[in-house]
C-alpha cells in the first residue's frame, strides 16, 4: 500500500504549470527520496502512464483512464454536466460543479463559454476553497470542528488586494454564506474576476457539491449577479437534487 501511495503522490506531482519533471523535481515535490520518486516514474513509464525524453517525465494521455473511472461511476458528476450547460446556455457565462477534496475544491464538472481566467480551468482542476465561491459554500456546511481544522492546516494567502485572509473575518463570511445559501466573490482569486456559487444538497439534505458561474466583473456587477443569475443557480441546484433522487 505504501507502494500505491507514492504511485499517487508522483501522478499528483504533475500539474498544468509542471507537466515536465526531473526524478529531483519529482522527490522535492512529494517528498520522496530520489530513489523511490525514480522507481515510481519507471513503473509509470512501464506501464504506459507517463513517458520521458531521457532527462523529464512527463504524464501520457493513458493517464486520463483513471479519471473517467470516476467520471464514468460517479453519478453527481454524470449528472451536472447538462445542468451546467443549461445554465451556460441560459446566462451565457462559464459555469463549474466543485467538491472539496482535502483542502481544496476539485473541479468535477465544467461548462465553459469562454477564458476569463488566467489560468485555464477543466474537470480536474483544483483551486483554494478559502477564496472561490464554490470553497466557501461548501467549508460553510462543514462542522464547525472540521472548519477548524481546516484553517489550522492552511496558510491564508493573498491572491489580490480583496482576498480575506484574516481568520476571523473568513469565519464572519462563512457564516454569512451559511445563513443566506449562497456566496459571492468579487476579485478576490484574481482580478477582474467575479462568480457566485450556490450548494447542491442530497435528498437528505447533506451538502455535497457546489456549483457556480463566473463572469468578468466589468461586464456583471452585484446586483445583475443576484438578481439574474442567483436564481437560474438555484434552480439548477434544484434539479440536481430531484436527478440525484432518480
Not at 529531483?24 to 509509470?44: E, F, N
Request: glycine share 6%; net charge positive; proline share 4%.
Amino acid at each position: 500500500m505504501t507502494s500505491l501511495a507514492r504511485g499517487l503522490s508522483v501522478i499528483r506531482a504533475f500539474t498544468e504549470r509542471e507537466p515536465n519533471l526531473t526524478i529531483a523535481d519529482v522527490a522535492r515535490i512529494t517528498g520522496l527520496p530520489r530513489a523511490a520518486a525514480r522507481r515510481c516514474l519507471l513503473t509509470l513509464e512501464r506501464l504506459g502512464y507517463a513517458g520521458t525524453d531521457g532527462r523529464t517525465f512527463f504524464l501520457r494521455p493513458r493517464i486520463l483512464a483513471l479519471g473517467y473511472s470516476f467520471l464514468s461511476s460517479a453519478p453527481l458528476a454524470t449528472i451536472l454536466g447538462p445542468v451546467l450547460e443549461g445554465v451556460s446556455r441560459e446566462l451565457q457565462e462559464s459555469s463549474s460543479a466543485a467538491v472539496m477534496d482535502e483542502d481544496e475544491v476539485l473541479y468535477i464538472a465544467r461548462s465553459a463559454t469562454k477564458r476569463i481566467m488566467s489560468v485555464g480551468l477543466n474537470v480536474g482542476s483544483r483551486l483554494p476553497a478559502y477564496c472561490t465561491s464554490m470553497g466557501r459554500v461548501l467549508l460553510a456546511h462543514l462542522p464547525e470542528a472540521e472548519v477548524a481544522a481546516y484553517l489550522d492546516r492552511v496558510t491564508l494567502r493573498r491572491f489580490t488586494s480583496r482576498t480575506i485572509t484574516d481568520r476571523a473575518l473568513l469565519l464572519e463570511e462563512l457564516d454569512r454564506v451559511r445563513a443566506q445559501g449562497w456566496s459571492m466573490l468579487d476579485q478576490e482569486l484574481e482580478i477582474g474576476l467575479c462568480s457566485l456559487a450556490v450548494p447542491v444538497a442530497n435528498t437528505a439534505g447533506t451538502v455535497v457539491a457546489a456549483i457556480n458561474v463566473s463572469a468578468q466583473a466589468a461586464r456583471v456587477d452585484r446586483a445583475e449577479m443576484t438578481g439574474r443569475f442567483l436564481p437560474v443557480l438555484q434552480a439548477a441546484a434544484s434539479d440536481t437534487r430531484a436527478l440525484l433522487v432518480r
